[in-house]
């Protein structure tokens, strides 16, 4: 199994600014993944990093509002670029775990973004 | 393309009395599906996971899902509801077609348990 955690837990930034979000997992990974959960709405994949190649992004999702780095097989960021009240979510981190034929995605405890 | 309907929102039901959650799914692919727990402030949990082995699955707490092909169903039960099980609960498809595990999210049903 993974463990996974997250900083900041939540944060409340003004508009305007940037927050950069750390995931960081107990074991090394190959794939990890960026989800957002909007107020009362379910999981949506922003985006699939893999370590040593660009970030992945879903439809709706760009590089310049949250671009991500995947330095090593353990640690992921991702930025929340110039926020508006419409990027308060709680983003989690999620990493892909392969053991033979066995896998499953393990979740962060996310982060909990308000902006004002 | 893939896809997930949980036909409901919330489900109410009484401590001690059996749990019904919803779930349709459509995918291209063989799918793998999950039921996932989210409690209030907390992570999410995996609670079971179907991938084309038993049609019954057992997870934790007492929770099962039967995969129904048929039907393209993958309700979630449980016999006797816990007020602990009061939580949001997700089902997801994957179909692992680009080489890892897309996850594709329902919209969650909200489990009220009362005493």
């Given amino acids: 199994s ?12 003004q508009r305007g600014t940037s927050l950069t979000i750390q995931c960081q997992v107990d074991s090394q990974v190959t794939m990890m993944f960026w989800y957002r959960q909007q107020p009362g709405q379910s999981l949506t994949l922003i985006a699939t990093a893999n370590q040593g190649s660009e970030a ?19 640690f992921s960021t991702l930025t929340v670029s110039n926020m508006s009240p419409e990027d308060s979510s709680i983003y989690l ?12 995605q393990f979740f962060g ?4 973004l308000t902006v004002l | 393309a893939q896809s997930v309907t949980q036909l409901d929102s919330h489900v109410s039901v009484s401590e001690g009395t ?4 919803r779930c349709n799914y459509s995918s291209s692919y063989s799918p793998s599906l999950f039921w996932y727990v989210q409690h209030p402030n907390k992570g999410l949990q995996l609670l079971l996971k179907y991938t084309s082995a038993a ?14 092909k048929s ?23 994957s179909d692992g077609d680009s080489g890892y595990s897309t996850l ?3 919209k969650g049903t909200m489990l009220l348990v009362s005493p």
């Fill in chain 1, 2 to 13: 993974a463990v996974i955690s997250q900083k900041p837990s939540r944060d409340i930034c």
């Fill in chain 1, 56 to 74: 992945t992004y879903e439809s709706g999702f760009v590089i310049d509002k949250f671009p991500i780095s995947r330095p090593n097989l353990t």
């Fill in chain 1, 93 to 104: 981190c999620s990493v892909e775990w392969r053991e033979g034929h066995y896998n499953e």
């Fill in chain 1, 109 to 112: 405890p996310g982060t909990r």
């Fill in chain 2, 18 to 21: 059996p749990v019904l959650l």
């Fill in chain 2, 55 to 68: 049609t019954l699955v057992k997870g934790i707490n007492g929770f099962e899902a039967e995969f129904k």
């Fill in chain 2, 71 to 93: 039907e393209t169903s993958f309700h979630l039960t449980k016999p006797s509801a816990h007020m602990s099980d009061a939580a949001e609960y997700f089902c997801v498809v």
């Fill in chain 2, 104 to 106: 594709t999210f329902g």
